[in-house]
C-alpha cells in the first residue's frame, strides 16, 4: 500500500509540472494582456493614455517577456519564495487575493461534495431497490430535471420564485446585515436558507449522473451470485444491500469523486456569478477576461491540484475499498 | 449412501410446486407442478439438464429466487423451531425464514468463484452465518468457523481466514463454501451442482467431502446435477427433472438398473457410452429444453421422443405414477395412458 | 453649457463671490448628527467646521431640510468611480444649471488678462481626519505630485498655457493661493473643473511618501504607502496612481469628501463583498438650517457580479439607489418596495448603443477609400429603416436618431438631428456605387476591382451590441452590405484598437458626444486618445481634408483663451461633424433612469447624466436623507 | 441408436440473430426507450424540416411582437359557435407612466390559421425552393398578411416566433453533440486503444495526458480555445469550433473505459490466438477489440450526448458558444439569463423544456441501450 501511495506521488510530480505548463499557456493564449484590459477599463472611465504609457506600463509588469520566460519566472518565485505572483487587478499578491475567498469555496466545494453524495447515495440505493417503481421514475425525473437544466437558469428560476413569494431576494452567503454586523447566532437560521439555494442549484448539477451510476452499480451487484449466498445464508436484506452490495457498488462511485470536484469547481463558478457567492469562481472568470494571468493561472493551478490531489485520493481509497486492486498493487 | 440412516422421517416436503417467471414476453412456467421428499438423512439426487428448472425448485425452497419468480404449491419443512411449516408461506424478507436460511436449510453453490463477495475475507463471510444464529460472540464464532474450515479440509486455516476470495484456488474455495454452508449444522443441505466448476480430481475430493461430512453432520442433502455419474456416487435416491417436471423418481440403484423413462435412459446412455453422436446432441446447445413459452400440450419431451405415441403423448399430459419400489414414473409409453379420452387436455397454441 | 458665455464675463468682472452663507438664517447656530454626538470623540461641531462665514451651504432650492441618520445602501460591481464620484469634491464644481461654482474654494479672482488666478479657500477647513486644510495643500499636491506625475496623471490640461507649459501654483497664505499662467487662460476654472477637478491632497499624510518616490527612493515610499492605507503595492508608480488619484477607495487617506472609506476590517475594501463610506465628521457643508451635512450616516455597498443582481436588491428593498435600463422598469414599478424613477437627459449623440463608428484611418486601402467617401456613410445611414428599428431596439420608447447633439445640448439643431434619417433602400444603393462599390454576383457589393467587401464590425462584449447587431444586419444585408460581427472582451477590443485593426464598430468603448465640445472635446477628435475608438490610431499626420481641418480646430482650442473665439471654433468643430456625419447612430439618446427607494428624500429630480458633471455626483447626495 | 430426435426449434430466428437485432429486439420491450427514440426521432425530423414546420424565418423581426405572449388562438367566433381558429393582429402603446408597453388585440380583423401557406423562401433539405409553409396566417380576404403574427410560443425580444427559433436552434443543438460526440469518439478510442492495447511509455504518456486534460477545469479551457476563434467567421465554422472544444474535453473519459476495456481484452483468449496468428496489431484492434466493446461504447456515447448539449449552453451562457444571428438551444437559453426575461416573459422558457426532453431522452435510451446491450439481463 505504501509502495503503490509512493509510486503515485512519484508521478504527480511530472503531471503537475506539465499541467502548470498548459495552464499557464492557455491563460495567456487569448490576445491582449493583463495591460490592454488595464488601459481599457480605465479609459472607460475617462482617462487617456499615450502609446508610451502602454509601453511602460507592460515593462512595469513584466508582460513585454515570452510567455514562457514569464513562465519560467513564476515558477521559480513559487518554488523558491512561495510567491504566486501578483495580482494586477487587485494591486496585491495573488496569494493574498485567493485567501480572501478560500476558505469558503473549499467550505463550499466541501459541502456540496457532501450533499451530493449524502443525497444520491441513499437516493440511488432506493432507486436500485425499487427499481421500476414509482418511486425510481419520479426520482430520475426529477434528478433528470436537476442536470438539464442549465445552473445559471435553475438559480434565477429559484430566486424568482423565492422573491415572488417572500418578497426576499438571496443573493450570496451572507446578507448584507451579515457583513455588517459579523455573524451572529441569530443569522444563523437565514444563513442556512441561504445555503440552500446554491446547494441545491450546484448540487443537483451532479447529483443524477451520481445517482445513476449508484442505481446502475447497486443493480449489477444485486444481480451477482454472491448476493445469493448472502441471502442463503440467511443475511437480512440490509446486511445484503449495505454490507455486500453498496461497498462494490462505491468502487466506481469513489473513483469518479475528483471527477466531481472538477464538476463543482466549474459549475460553481457559473452559479457562482448568478448567485453573487463570494466564491474563487467570479475572481476566476473576472481574471481570465481581464488577463489577470496570474491569479487566473494560481486559481486555476489550485482547482488542477485539488482535483489531482482528489484523484490521487480516490485511488487509494479505492485500493483501500477493494482487496483486489489493494492485492494487485502489492503484488 | 447411508440406507441405515435413512428413516422414515420426511424433512421437506415438496407439493405441486410451480415457478413462474415473469418476462418480457410473458410468463413462462419454469417448475410446472414438482413433488418430492427429503428424508432426514438421505440424500436426494435431483437431475436434469440446464434450465430444466432444478436450480429454480432448489432456490424456491429458500425463497431465494429473483424477484421475477414466484413459487406456488408447498414446500413443507420440518423446522426446529418453527414446526413443520410451508416455507412458501413465509414472507421471504422475513425474519422467520431468514431463521431457516443458513442455518437449517443451507446452500452450495456451483460457481466458487462468484460465491463470495471480493471485498470481504473469507472469514469474514463464513463467520457471517454463525453470527446470525448461534453465537454473536465473535471470538467464539472465529473459532466455530475454523473448525469447520479445517474440517473441510482447508489447510493453514489460521492463515486462510484472513485471506480474500481471489487468493484461493476454485477448489479451495468450494472446500471454503461448503464450510460456509455446514457452519451451522444444517438439517437439510442443498448442493446446487458444486462440481460443475472444478476440475475432475478436485470434483472426486470435493464429492468424497461431502459424504464424509454428511456423516459427519447427520444432515440430509438435496444434490442437484445434470451429471448422472455424480449422483450414482452421491444419493440415496434420484430424481429426474424435464421441462419443469419430474419424469422419474426411484432409489438410486433402481434408476441405474431399471431406467425407465426414455428420457433417464437417454441420459444414463450418454454417461456410459461417451462419443455417441445422436446422444451428444442432447446436451448440447442446440438441443435444449425448448422455450418454456408456449409449450404444446402433451409431453413436454414429446418432440425428442424416440418411444411417442402419437394422439397420446401429444395430447395428453403424463403425471407421475407409482411403479412400484418406490418407483415414479410419468410417461404414456411406460406406463400406457392412464386417463383415457376427456383426460387433461390441453390444446397447442399453434 | 448654455451660459456659459455669460458666466464667464460675470466672472471676468468681479472677483467671485464667497459661498453663500447669506442663506443662512441670522444667527443660526450649527448641530450635527446623533451619530457624532453619540460617539463623543470629535468635540463640538463648530469647532470642525470653518469660520462661520466660510461654512458652505447647500441652498439649492429643490431641497428641503432633512433628518439625521440611517444608511444609504447601494450595490456595487467594484467599479471605483461609482463610489468616488457621487461623493466626490473638487475645488469648484458644475451645479445643475450648468454654471461653476466655488465648492471647496471659497472663490477666485482674475486679473485681466487672465494669467493669474488666485483661489480663495474656506477658513478652519479640516480634513475628514481633523487635520487643517489650507492652500499648502494645493500648492504641493501640484508642485510635489503633478509636476513630478507621482499620481501618473501629471499636469493635466487645464494647468496648461497656450505653448503647453505648465502653469506655477503658489502659496499665498493659508487660505490663497495662485495660479500664474505664461499665455492668458480665460478656461482656467471651467477646465479644472473638468480635467483635475481636486487640486489638492493631504501633505501631512502623503509628504513623506512622495518625497521618497521623487527621490527614487522605492522601498521606503511603499513601506510609506503600506503604512498609510495597509496595501502592499507592487511599485511605486501603481501606489502613486492609486493613493493619489484612486485616493477615496484607500482606507485611512484623509479627504474632503462628505463620506470616507471605512477603516474597519471587513468594511474597507472596495475590492470586498462589503464595504462602507462613513460620514466625514469634519465635512464643511451644512444646509439652511445649520445642520452639518450629511443627513445619511453611511453609504454601504454590497458587491454584486452583474446589472441583474443590482436589480434584484432594489426590488427587494436591499438597496436604495441604482441606475437602470427602461425595460426593468416596469419590473421595478410592480414590486413590493416604494421605488420612485427619474429620468435624466444625457449628452450622447443618438443613442450610444446605436453609434456606429468607422475607422477612417483603416489600413485597408479599398476601405480607407470607402469609410472617406461621405456617400458611403450616407447609404449606411438611409439604408436602415429607423422607426422599424427603433422599435425593436427600444420597444417603441425611443425614436429613430442620428448621431448628433440631442436637443437641449450645445450644437442642437433639428436638421442635423434628422440627417440621413429618411429610409430609402434605393437611394441607398444608388449612393454605394457612387462611392465606387459595385454589386456582384451574390448580391453583395464588391469593391471596383472586383474583391469582395464585407464590413467587419467589433464591439465589447456584454453590452448589447450582439442584439442590436442582429437587427441591424438585416436591413445591410438587405442594401447589399455584407458584414460579420465579432464582440469580445474590453482588453481585446483596446488592443486591436492601438493596433489599429478594428475596421468599424457598434457601441463603442467610448461613444461620441458630450454634453458640450468646448468643456471636453476629447470625444469628438480623433487620435486624441486610446478612448476614442472610432478614428484607430488617426492623427494630423495621417488625417485629410475635413478631419484635418477637425483635428487644427481642436488644437486651436486647446490654446485659444477667449470665450468667445473658443466658442466659434466649437461650433466650427460640430459643423464639421454635422456636414461629414463621421459617425452615424440609428436611435435618438435614451435617458439615464434612476430607480431610488421612496425612502431616499431630497433626489434630483431632473438632472444631466454626464461626466463632467460628475454623474451622479450632480446629484449631492450629502443632501439625500432618509424618511421611512 | 436414435433414442431422441433432434429437437425443432419453433422460433429459429431467435438463436441466430445477430448481437444489433438483438439489441433491438430489446430496445423495443423497453417502453421508455422506445418512447425516448419515437420522441427523438420527431425532434430530429422536425429540425431537418424546420424550415417548412417553423412558420416564420430567424429574422423576421416585428417590433409590434417584441417580447410578446404566446398568441392566443379563437376556436368560436363572437357568437360563442365554433369557428375556424383565428387570431387578432396585436396593437401596442407605450404608457409613459408606468412604463409598460400594453399590448391588446386589434379585433377589428381576424385572421385564420391555414395550412400550406407561402412565406419566406427557403430550399428544403438545401436544394428544393419553395416558399411553403405548414402553417400561417391568411386574413379574412384568404390572402396571406404577415403582418399579423402566430406564435405558438411567444415572440422573443427581436419579435421573432421562438417556436421557429426553437427548430432552428434544434438544427445546431441536436447535431452539435453527435459531431462532438463523433470526434470524442474516434480520439478515445484512437488513443484508449493505443494506450490500452500497448501499455507501457505510450500509455503512461496518454495517460498523463488524459490526467492534465481531466483536471483543468473547463471554464478556461473554454475561454482560452473560444478566444482562439477568429473574428467574422460563418456560422457553419462557428460551429465547428464548438463542436471541436466540446470534444476536445470529452474525448479524455471515453479514451478511460476503452483503455480498460483493451487490458481486460488484451488478455482474452481470442485476442492472443489472433496475435499468435500473426494478425497485424491494428487489424486485431479493429477486428476483435473494438467489436468487443462497440455496444458499451453507443450506450456511453448516447448517455454523454446529453453533457454535450449541456455544454453548449454554459458555453453560450458564457459568451463563447454561437452567437446571433445564428440560433441554438443555448442561445435561446441565455436570452432568459436575467430576471426582467424571467419575470415579464416566462413564455422565453420554453426552449428549455425541449433541452430538458432532449436529455431525458437520451437518458433513457441510452438506459435501454445498455439494458440491451447486457445479454445477461
Known sequence: MLKYIGKRMLLFIPTLIIISVVIFFIIQLPPGDYVTSYVAALSAEGETFTAEDIAQLRLQFGLDDPWFVQYFNWVKNIVTRGDFGYSFEYGRSVWSVIMDRLYLTLAVSFVILVFQYGVSLPIGIYCANHQYSVGDYALSFIGFIGTATPNFLLAIIIMYVVYVNTGEVYLGLFSTEMLQNGMRWEYVPEFLGRCLIPLIVIGTSGTCGIIRTVRAQMLDEQARQYTLTARAKGCSEATITYKYCLRAALNPVVSGMAGSLRTIFSGSTVSAIVMNLAIQGPVLLTALKSQDMYLAGTIVLIQAVLVLVGTLLSDIALAWLDPRIRFAERG | MNNETASKETILEIRDLKVNIKTDEGTLTAVRGVNLTIKKGETLGLVGESGCGKSLTSKAILGINDKKCKAEGEIIFDAENLGRVNLLSLNPRGKEIRSVRGKQISMIFQEPMVAFSPMYTIGNQINEATLLHITRDKKKAREISLDVMKKVGIANAEKRYDQYPHEFSGGMLQRALIAMALVCSPRLLIADEPTTALDVTIQAQILELMKSLQKDFGMSILFITHDLGTVARMCDRVAVMYLGRIVESAPAVEIYKNPQHPYTRGLIGSVHKIGTKAQERLFSSEGTVPLALNLPAGCGFYDRCSRRIDGVCNVYDPQLVDIGQEHQIACFACTGCPYGKGGKEEKANE | MRNIKKWLSLALAVMLCMSATAALAEGATFTEAPFLTEASVYGDVADRLPVASDVMVEDASYLTIGTYGGELRRSAGGGNWDAGKPIEEGLFRFNVSGAVEPNVAKGYAINDDATVYTIYLREGMKWSDGEPFTAEDCVWFYNAVCLNKVDGKGVRNCHKDANGDPAVVEKVDDTTFTVTFGTPKYDFIEALTVDLKWHFAPKHIFEEMVQAVIDGKDEEALAAGKAICGTEFSDVAKMGKELLYHFWNYPGVPTLNPYVLSTEEGKNSIKGEYYEFVRNPYYWKVDTAGQQLPYIDKIIYTTVSNVDQQLMLLLDGTVDYQTVAMESIPTILESETAINIYEWSGGDWGDVGTQLHFNLNVADEHLNALFNNIDFRHAMSICVDREEFAGLYSDGWLSGGQAAPQKGNQGYSEEWASKWTEYDVDGARKLFESAGLVMGTDGFYDFADGTDFVLNIVSVADNGAADTYKILEPYFRAAGIKCTFKDSDRSNIDNDLMANAIEAMLFPVTGIGDISIVLKPNSMVPGYATNVAWYGTMDETTATGDLLKLIELKKELDVTVDPDKREEIALQMLKLHEENMWTLAYVEASSTYHAVNARIKNFLEQGVWSDIYRDMGIAHVQCWYIEE | ?377
Not at chain 4, 404608457?95 to 400550406?116: A, C, G, L, R, W
Not at chain 4, 481486460?264 to 484492434?285: C, N, P, Q, T, W
Open chain 4, 1 to 377: 441408436m436414435a433414442l431422441f430426435k433432434k429437437k425443432t426449434v419453433t422460433d429459429e430466428s431467435y438463436y441466430l440473430a445477430s448481437q444489433w437485432s438483438l439489441m433491438w429486439r430489446k430496445l423495443k420491450k423497453h417502453k421508455l426507450a422506445r418512447f425516448s427514440l419515437g420522441l427523438l426521432l420527431i425532434l430530429y425530423l422536425s429540425a431537418l424540416f424546420a424550415d417548412f414546420i417553423a412558420p416564420y424565418g430567424l429574422e423576421e423581426f416585428s417590433s409590434l411582437y417584441k417580447n410578446t405572449a404566446p398568441t392566443r388562438v379563437y376556436w368560436t367566433d363572437e357568437d360563442g359557435h365554433l369557428s375556424r381558429p383565428y387570431v387578432y393582429k396585436l396593437q401596442k402603446i407605450n404608457d409613459k407612466k408606468t412604463f409598460k408597453v400594453i399590448v391588446s388585440e386589434d379585433t377589428s380583423e381576424k385572421y385564420y390559421i391555414s395550412f400550406f401557406v407561402p412565406g419566406i423562401e427557403y430550399k428544403l433539405f438545401g436544394l428544393i425552393p419553395t416558399d411553403m409553409h405548414l402553417y400561417g396566417l391568411v386574413n379574412e380576404q384568404g390572402e396571406v398578411d404577415r403582418s399579423a403574427r402566430i406564435n405558438i410560443f411567444g415572440a422573443d425580444s427581436t419579435g421573432a416566433d421562438i417556436f421557429s427559433r426553437i427548430l432552428f436552434g434544434g438544427r445546431v443543438s441536436l447535431t452539435i453533440p453527435f459531431v462532438s460526440a463523433a470526434i470524442s469518439f474516434f480520439l478515445g478510442i484512437l488513443l484508449g486503444g493505443i494506450s490500452g492495447y500497448f501499455g507501457g511509455v505510450v500509455d503512461n504518456v496518454i495517460q498523463r495526458i488524459i490526467e492534465v486534460l481531466s483536471a483543468i477545469p473547463s471554464i478556461p479551457l473554454w475561454m482560452a480555445l473560444s478566444a482562439a476563434i477568429p473574428p467574422g467567421i460563418s456560422v457553419s465554422a462557428m460551429y465547428l469550433y464548438i463542436t471541436i472544444i466540446l470534444s476536445f474535453i470529452g474525448w479524455t473519459g471515453l479514451a478511460r473505459v476503452v483503455r480498460g476495456k483493451f487490458i481486460a481484452l488484451r488478455k482474452e483468449d481470442y485476442v492472443m490466438a489472433a496475435r499468435l496468428a500473426g494478425v497485424s496489431d491494428f487489424k486485431i484492434i479493429v477486428k476483435h477489440l473494438v467489436p468487443g466493446f462497440l455496444s458499451y461504447l453507443i450506450v456511453d456515447l448516447t448517455l454523454g450526448i446529453p453533457g454535450s448539449i449541456l455544454g453548449e449552453t454554459s458555453m453560450s451562457y458564457l459568451g463563447l458558444g454561437m452567437k446571433a444571428p445564428a440560433t441554438s438551444w443555448g442561445v435561446l437559453l441565455k436570452e432568459t439569463e436575467d430576471l426582467v426575461s424571467v419575470a415579464q416573459c416566462p413564455w422565453k422558457m420554453i426552449p428549455l423544456i425541449f433541452v430538458i426532453i432532449t436529455v431525458l431522452a437520451f437518458n433513457f435510451l441510452g438506459d435501454g441501450l445498455r439494458d440491451a446491450a447486457d445479454p445477461y439481463k
